[in-house]
């Protein structure tokens, strides 16, 4: 990873009649917040004589949590059920435009053979993220995979993979087991994949009112276009951003515009409906009456209730709940399902925060608060969040694993940074 080694990936298949038995294991060896994480994922497909996958498993372990997914391909459609190791299954179903491909699978069809040019759908069990796909053959042993500006590009010869070029600047270098699964000493992920900027000092943190960056290259589906965050000037895959501080904050006891509504909406990794969920937002929020004084009671009880811990999984808010610990990630999915169960819309934020000397990549809120998103950051208590935050895509998880795009290559300059003036007294 960036010129690192961070672990071993191993994969095998065997043919059995019209279809392939493939299987993949990998293993990665990080520093998240100070611990040590080892990660753990296995893969088993059968892969039919157009490259696609038919049925699917999938299980991804760490210290923190064992998730297991399940899937068949049936009729045009694919379905996969996520079992964590506790909590109910959450189910998924989705329409396929072409043949299934996983980041594994996709590397092993090209290497026998059995891709052609074309529309795929994409599936990546680790982030569990769905999307449409285009292989393109690049010369007789290079293939390429984009999916919405996430490539993968498998460098093949006479049946083998060589060369596995992936998101997040990961290369996966063929080489003999003994060497390969050979020790490997721990990374600090989120270090490894900081944006260093130029230009201006940002200053003091917490009296900074506005933040104007320029941003490059930008490429894939990212929405910068939000909350409180405009795209001032666009060249190409350049961008200058500015990001502003909501002084003022007026709560609302009015229903939300029906616009709105799908962002009061469980998902099946915010489970809005559920009783615990309803019953503890009902809980923080017993007396307060506007939008803004139920926000900030969730926010604070968040805030005060998760401990802050690195954390390798998909996370649910139910999950979370129970676990009561966890990184940006848990935050911000406990934080938006509960703010959700007591009426105020809200979705989850992702892009970086600035810590001391870069731009680290982190997950936030906002919640639309007297007729207005107001970004909230749940891990910092922040509320509302300073402007130190870029965010680069909203919504469900297949949304966030959007910005894989951009990690590992991003460029940022700081063009302004203002401070409220502080007077004495």
């Known amino acids: 990873m960036l010129g690192q080694r961070a672990g071993w990936e191993e994969m095998k298949a065997y043919r059995k009649g019209g279809v392939w038995d493939f299987s993949e294991e990998m293993y990665i060896k990080v520093i ?13 497909a059968t892969v039919g004589e157009d490259g696609g996958v038919r049925t699917l498993f999938f299980s991804m372990a760490t210290q923190d949590a064992t998730v297991e997914a399940r899937g068949e391909v049936k009729d045009g459609k694919f379905y996969v059920t996520y079992k964590p190791l506790q909590g109910s299954p959450q189910r998924f179903q989705y329409d396929l435009s ?4 996983t980041p594994q699978s996709f590397v092993f069809s090209a290497a026998v053979g059995l891709l052609k040019d074309g529309k795929y759908s994409y599936f990546d069990p680790s982030v569990a993220s769905f999307m449409d796909a285009e292989v393109v053959r690049e010369s007789d042993t290079l293939w390429k995979l984009n999916a919405h500006g996430i490539v993968v590009r498998a ?4 049946g083998r993979l060589l060369l596995q070029n992936q ?16 020790p490997v000493e721990p990374f600090n992920v989120l270090s490894l994949y900081a944006v260093r900027p130029t230009g201006e000092p940002i200053g003091d943190l917490s009296t900074l009112v506005h933040l104007r960056v320029r941003m490059y290259p930008l490429k894939g589906d990212l929405t910068l276009n939000f909350a409180n965050q405009r ?44 009783p615990e969920i309803r019953s503890l937002a009902k809980e923080i929020t017993a007396g307060k009456r506007t939008d803004l004084e139920k926000a900030k009671a969730i926010m604070e009880w968040v805030y005060g209730n998760l401990e802050k811990r690195g954390s390798v999984t998909i996370p649910t808010a139910k999950q979370v709940l129970k676990d009561r ?43 639309w608060i007297g007729g207005k998103w107001v970004p909230v950051d749940p891990v910092y208590g922040e ?41 004495g007294k």
């Open 383 to 423: 509320f509302p969040a300073r402007p130190y935050r870029i965010g680069l895509q909203h919504g469900s998880l297949e949304k966030q694993a959007t910005i894989m795009s951009v990690i590992g290559s991003l460029k940022i300059e700081i063009l302004k940074a203002e401070h409220e003036r502080i007077t």
């Open 231 to 274: 795209i001032l000037e666009e060249s190409g895959d350049t961008f200058v951003v500015d990001i502003t501080y909501p002084k003022v904050l007026k709560g609302s006891t009015s229903k939300p515009p029906d616009s709105l509504k799908r962002y009061l909406q469980p998902t099946q990794f915010l489970e809005v409906d559920d």
């Open 325 to 367: 610990y966890g990184d940006c990630n848990e935050h911000a999915t406990l934080y938006a399902a509960l703010s959700r169960a007591a009426g105020i819309p809200t979705d989850i934020m992702v892009g970086l925060v600035y810590q001391g000397d870069g731009f680290y990549y982190h997950a936030w809120n906002v919640s």
């Open 98 to 101: 072409g043949p299934l491909l």
């Open 155 to 158: 460098h093949v010869k006479d």
């Open 167 to 182: 998101p997040l600047k990961m290369d996966i270098v063929a080489e003999p087991p003994e060497r390969a699964k050979a």
């Open 32 to 44: 998240m917040l100070g611990l040590v994480k080892e990660m753990r994922t296995r893969e088993r």
